[in-house]
Structures are given as structure tokens and as C-alpha cells.
């Protein structure tokens, strides 16, 4: 008789030897015991864990001699044919060579015939998800109301790759992964069933290796049976699997943790020169140092693949390193994994990876990160108390003197605000309208520092700002100020600069009041503003000043309504060219 590999001959012949997937396992074999078996259903998940077993003892179960009945008996004629592969009411197809609609036709002729024994025809379809669109559209009918004798099993390993239309008219049962213990029982078994003598450390790393299926496990373990002819032992399983041995690991880490770049660089040489696959190796280093995270966040967990009595040295090993930097490497290792499956050169990605790891700070730790934070606070409060210190007139720079006013001017009255009562409601509008508007660039002064305090500098800082506030509050008064020069700070008051012509704009105290708001929502200050006017013919040197604060009636001075022509004088500083009478214009017109 020729040899059945390993898998094969231990594949499971009932539900209860399906390993790992008991919320599979019992729920079919309520629906067969209470006849609610479905038309259609779809088995997902990895590979190895069961899936195709799982659907042939289904089929076994409805067509066993005894029953239908959830435990078939594996004798009858029927049930011997399924475990044969030859029996005509079970039918196995492979959607990756059979994807196309052909193939899909062919099989839909066969369903309106019924079972030879009188039973249920099983369609088992594997990795159902490899069906072309137009092979799914033409399953769609007749899976949606097959005939009561046909039933359909559907199986893959990317569920999400199946339409919608497809899975909403199948029973789904995702297949998990198979836990470490239930393979490492069923290797054992094995082992014991077929002579093979095997170290229990052996059968630990081909369980870790499997990733939780028990076929690829099965498939390790015959082929360990063929590679040593003595007892298996760990390293053969290191050697045969390409595995990185993990003495090398610790030492690897070792050399991370010291900041050892060379040794770390001749290591990764050492292995090319023993042919191991460096993409394995990042592979087991990320495992390693998972163990190394988890011992040191719980010591008495049970660490993936390692043997026992190796834990000591993982503990030794997980006490010189914080767990900052662990997650560091792990980062590191986790993208340069990924970039791997790509690359032409892995040995450069891991000795780049390497550079960056050995130079990565060590120190770094939640409490040595809080401490660079507190100074550096204590650095930035330093600094600010002596910016806010440079700009006290008294303390840092000595105050401007203020140019006296020749006599040659003409003589002018200062000009002071009224002692009038504001309306309530018009002020918190004014201040409302400038405190919303976006000034970003420049810091508010604080409200609480004196008038006094302010140079001229400062005030040409954030002069632009209050332009702005001016332009969308009346851009008709934007004009005005914008021609307004910053002439000084005296006595905690800020002059500006005016023409003659403007003096009609200025003793307007809304005017006045406007731009003592503006001035207030970007310093936070009550500043007092007066003016200085001169006539257009002197120069800007000379100057005379009117004192807001002290505003006469200024209704006698103001021009009157009547003044047209005064008042585009004034405003705009132009001069009478030549004079035609209405009369004049109208004849022209007419002529």
C-alpha cells in the first residue's frame, strides 16, 4: 500500500475529532439531530483549521445508512465512498481551476438528478471566493431555491472576496484559528500512534510555528519523522524550518541594548554566512522582543515558543531595558518587516534599522520626558518675564523726549474730549464689534499695565492691526486714520499727526471714540489719544497739538451744512480752478 502522508491518514472522520471548532461542530449536529439542516452554507476561515473535513462529515452524516444522525458510522457504503472521494452524490470542486462559467453550467446540469441512495446530493466547492462574477451570476438562482435534495457547502479563506448576493443566502460559520494547546494534544497523539519520537520542546515550536493550523503542523511533523532518524529534538526543528535559534536572539538583543553597532553589524554578516533567511529573522526578532514585553509587563505569563527553561534568561534580559525603548524597537522592526517583502537588499534595511535602534536614546522614559517638559517650562517662563521686562520704559529704555512746538505755527486751541456720557449700549457694541475681529499676528498687552508703560514702538507694531479693525468697522473713517502719522508717546498719551484740512474729522468725537475703541480692543488699554495739526505748507516737523480731553464747543467751529464747496476743501484739499454757473451748464447742455 502506498504511504498516506500524515494529514491524510489523521484527517477527522467525525465532528467531534474537528479540533478547535466546537461552536462549528455543535451547532450542525443540533440541525441535523432537530432536521433544520440549510440548502446552503459557507465555511470561512484559515487555512488547515477544518473547513473541507468539516463539510465532507456533513455529507457523511446526511447520507450514513444509520441516519441522517450528527455521528456517522464510517462503515456503511456510503459513508466509505465519502472518505474515499468516490462516492457520485458528493461532489468536490475546486473553484481555482474550475472558476469559469463553463464549469459552473456543467455542474448546474447535474442538480435535477437525485441522490442514488436516496439521500441528499452534497456540492462542496472550495475556495469559492476564485469564481468569476459571471460563475457567481449564474450559481445565484439556483443557490437562492436549489431542489430539496441538493445542498450546497461553500468554502474560503477571504470571505470578503464573495458577493453580498452570495452571502446573504448562505448559514456562514467563520473557522478559528486552532489554539497552540489543542495542536500540541493532537501532535502528541500522532506521535505516539505512529512511533515517532519527538522532544516536547519539538512539538512546542512546530505548534507556535503552524499559526493555528493543524495541517501545516501535521505536514512538520512527518516531515521531521524523515529528517532524523533518532528522537527529534528542538534544533532539529530550528534547522529544518530555517527558524532563528534563540540564544542568537538574546544575544542580538544584547547587542541592542549595550548600543553596540559593530558586533551588531558582524552579527547580521553571520548569519548571511550561514544562509539564514534575514526576513525569518526579523520575523523571530519581533516575537522575541514581544516576549521580552510581555514578561516585563506580566511576569508569570506564558511566553509564545519559549521553553522553560530559558524563561530565567528572558526575565534577566527584560530588566535592562524600559519598556520605551522595547516599543521603539518593536516600531522599527514591525516597518522595516513590511518594507521587506518588497525589497532587492533586506540585509541593508536591517543594518539600517540597526543604525537606528543603537542610536535611539535610551534614557527615554515617561519620567525623563516629564522632566524635559518641566524644565523647559521653567526656561520659557524665564524668558518671558524678561521680554515682558524690555518693554518697560522705566526699567529698559529711557523715555523719548518731546519736541516743543514753534511759535511760528499758527496758534491753535487744544481740543479736548467732552465730558460726555457715553451711550451704554453704542460702547459694548464698539468694543463687541472689534474684539471679534481675527488678529492673530499680534499679542494683546496685557489690561492691567499702565498707559505709561507703552512706547511708540509697540504702538507701531500693532498700528496696522488697528487699522484693520477701523477699515471693517467705517472703512469711510479708515481713510482719515490711515493718513494719521504716529508722531510720539507724551505723558502717557499717544499724538498723531494730522493735516489742517483734517481738523473737521478729528473735533467729530465719534470719530475719536472709534479709534479709541479700536486702539483698546488690540492693547486692552484705555489710551488716550490727542492731535497735532499743521498746515499744508510746513513741514511735518512742525507741529501743533489738540488735546482730545479737552474739547471746547466745537459746534461754532464746525463747517456748515450748507458748505459743499468748504467742505470738499477741507476734505480733500482742493483748490477753486474756475467757476461756472448752473446757467452756463444747462445752455451747454442744450447747444
Known amino acids: 500500500m502506498a504511504y498516506l502522508s500524515l494529514y491524510r491518514k489523521w484527517r477527522p472522520q467525525t465532528f467531534d475529532e474537528i479540533a478547535g471548532q466546537s461552536h462549528v461542530t455543535q451547532t450542525l449536529k443540533n440541525a441535523i439531530s432537530l432536521n433544520r439542516v440549510s440548502h446552503a452554507y459557507l465555511f470561512c476561515g484559515p487555512r488547515g483549521t477544518g473547513k473541507t473535513s468539516t463539510a465532507r462529515i456533513l455529507a457523511k452524516s446526511l447520507n450514513c445508512e444509520m441516519g441522517p444522525t450528527p455521528t456517522p458510522c464510517n462503515r456503511c457504503e456510503s459513508c466509505i465512498s465519502i472518505n474515499d472521494g468516490t462516492s457520485i452524490d458528493v461532489l468536490e470542486l475546486d473553484a481555482a481551476s474550475n472558476r469559469g462559467v463553463e464549469e459552473t453550467r456543467e455542474l448546474l446540469k447535474r442538480i435535477p438528478y437525485s441522490s442514488t441512495q436516496g439521500g441528499k ?161 526579523i520575523q523571530d526578532l519581533l516575537s522575541h522582543l514581544r516576549n521580552l514585553f510581555l514578561i516585563k509587563s506580566i511576569p508569570n505569563t506564558r511566553l509564545s515558543g519559549v521553553l522553560d527553561e530559558q524563561r530565567e534568561k528572558y526575565l534577566e534580559q527584560a530588566s535592562r531595558i524600559n519598556p520605551q525603548l522595547l516599543m521603539l524597537f518593536i516600531n522599527i522592526l514591525n516597518d522595516l518587516y513590511s518594507q521587506s517583502k518588497w525589497a532587492t537588499d533586506v540585509r541593508l534595511l536591517l543594518e539600517i534599522s540597526l543604525f ?20 523647559l517650562e521653567s526656561i520659557a517662563s524665564d524668558l518671558l518675564a524678561r521680554l515682558n521686562g524690555t518693554k518697560h520704559l522705566s526699567s529698559q529704555e529711557p523715555a523719548r523726549p518731546v519736541t516743543s512746538v514753534p511759535p511760528s505755527l499758527k496758534t491753535t486751541k487744544l481740543a479736548s474730549e467732552k465730558d460726555v456720557k457715553h451711550d451704554k449700549a453704542s460702547r459694548v457694541k464698539a468694543e ?74 478729528v473735533e467729530d468725537t465719534e470719530n475719536t471714540k472709534l479709534l479709541q475703541s479700536a486702539l483698546k480692543a488690540i492693547s486692552g488699554l484705555n489710551l488716550a489719544v490727542v492731535f497735532e495739526f499743521s498746515e499744508e505748507t510746513a513741514s511735518k516737523e512742525n507741529a501743533r497739538t489738540i488735546a482730545i480731553t479737552d474739547v471746547p464747543d466745537v459746534k461754532k467751529d464746525l463747517l456748515p451744512a450748507d458748505d459743499y464747496i468748504k467742505l470738499v476743501q477741507d476734505t480733500f484739499g482742493a ?9 452756463e451748464i444747462r445752455y451747454q447742455e442744450d447747444t
Open 356 to 375: 537606528k535602534m543603537v542610536k535611539a536614546d535610551h534614557g527615554t522614559s515617561i519620567d525623563s520626558v516629564l522632566n524635559r517638559v518641566e524644565r
Open 432 to 505: 463687541k464689534v472689534a474684539d471679534e475681529q481675527d488678529i492673530t499676528v499680534t499679542k494683546k498687552i496685557t489690561s492691567t499695565a499702565a498707559a505709561n508703560e507703552i512706547d511708540l514702538g509697540t504702538i507701531e507694531r500693532i498700528w496696522p492691526q488697528v487699522l484693520k479693525v477701523l477699515k471693517d468697522k467705517k472703512r469711510s473713517r479708515y481713510a482719515f486714520f490711515e493718513a494719521a502719522k504716529l508722531s510720539r508717546i507724551e505723558d502717557g498719551k499717544l499724538v498723531l499727526s494730522l493735516k489742517e484740512s483734517h481738523r473737521a474729522f
Open 121 to 281: 446530493k452534497v456540492y462542496i466547492i472550495d475556495e469559492v471566493h476564485m469564481l468569476t462574477t459571471e460563475s457567481f451570476n449564474t450559481l445565484l438562482k439556483t443557490l437562492e431555491e436549489p431542489p430539496n435534495h441538493v445542498i450546497f457547502v461553500l468554502a474560503t479563506t477571504e470571505p470578503h472576496r464573495v458577493p453580498q448576493t452570495i452571502l446573504s443566502r448562505c448559514q456562514r460559520f467563520d473557522f478559528r484559528r486552532i489554539p497552540i494547546s489543542d495542536i500540541e494534544q493532537r501532535l502528541d497523539k500522532v506521535a505516539d500512534s505512529e512511533s515517532i519520537d519527538i522532544e516536547a520542546a519539538a512539538l512546542s515550536l512546530i505548534s507556535h510555528h503552524a499559526q493555528g493550523s493543524l495541517r501545516d503542523a501535521l505536514g512538520i511533523l512527518d516531515q521531521l519523522a524523515s529528517y532524523s532518524k533518532q528522537k527529534i529534538t528542538s534544533a532539529d526543528v530550528i534547522s529544518l524550518l530555517g527558524m532563528t535559534d534563540s540564544e542568537l536572539l538574546l544575544r542580538f538583543t544584547d547587542m541592542l541594548i549595550e548600543s553596540d553597532l559593530a558586533s551588531g553589524l558582524l552579527f547580521i554578516d553571520e548569519l548571511t554566512e550561514k544562509g539564514l533567511d534575514i526576513r525569518q529573522f
Open 575 to 583: 483748490k477753486i480752478v474756475e467757476e461756472i454757473s448752473i446757467n
